[in-house]
């Protein structure tokens, strides 16, 4: 099995509404396989969204595991956040969008539901980091990127800071 490359922007497709996983089939299982592969190689990466490696379907991978290693790993396919609650402020960045962070606004709680690759339906009330990193992956899946949400573009976007 082979990682997938990452698309970056400007690539249209991060600007794409995904489309719904009608079937978890066969394919799906592979193609998730490959994307969580994907994820594990990108060092800190803590979540991944098909469109960032140029399938416009529902499907995003969280594991925060590598942060907090009680976290468990979450295939959410077709997720959609049901009710957010409180506000939070957090330093964002994204494998899409590399040279770049930014202080984000996000909701401090989310409760989502999700399909899992066990084709059942599963919810989970998430705050912290899983929290903001739900938001943000859900938001690739609908054309959304995480500099889209600043503020200001002058005060709240910052180029990271590279050391050759
Ligand atoms: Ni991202």
């Given amino acids: 099995m082979s990682s997938l490359s990452i698309r970056t ?8 509404v995904c489309t719904p996983v009608r079937r978890i089939d066969r394919s799906t299982k592979a193609f998730i ?3 969580i592969e994907t994820l594990y190689r990108q060092p800190g990466g803590i979540g991944i969204a098909a ?3 140029g399938v416009c379907k529902r499907i995003a991978i ?5 942060k907090e290693p009680s976290a468990q790993r979450l295939v959410l396919i077709n997720p959609v956040i049901l009710k957010g609650e409180g506000h939070r402020l957090f330093r964002e960045g994204c494998m899409s969008l590399s040279d770049y962070t930014a202080n ?10 999700w399909l899992g690759l066990d084709k059942q339906n599963h919810e989970l009330s998430a705050n912290g980091i ?17 500099v889209d949400r600043v503020a200001s573009l002058k005060t709240d976007v910052f180029r990271r800071r590279r050391y050759l």
């Fill in 104 to 113: 984000v606004h996000r909701h401090e709680k989310v409760h989502v539901k």
């Fill in 33 to 35: 396989d490959r994307l």
């Fill in 9 to 16: 922007f400007p690539d249209p497709i991060l600007r794409k």
């Fill in 51 to 53: 469109p960032q490696v």
């Fill in 62 to 66: 969280v594991d925060l595991s590598s």
């Fill in 130 to 146: 899983e929290a903001i990193c739900i938001q943000h992956e859900i938001d690739h899946l609908n054309g959304i990127l995480f």
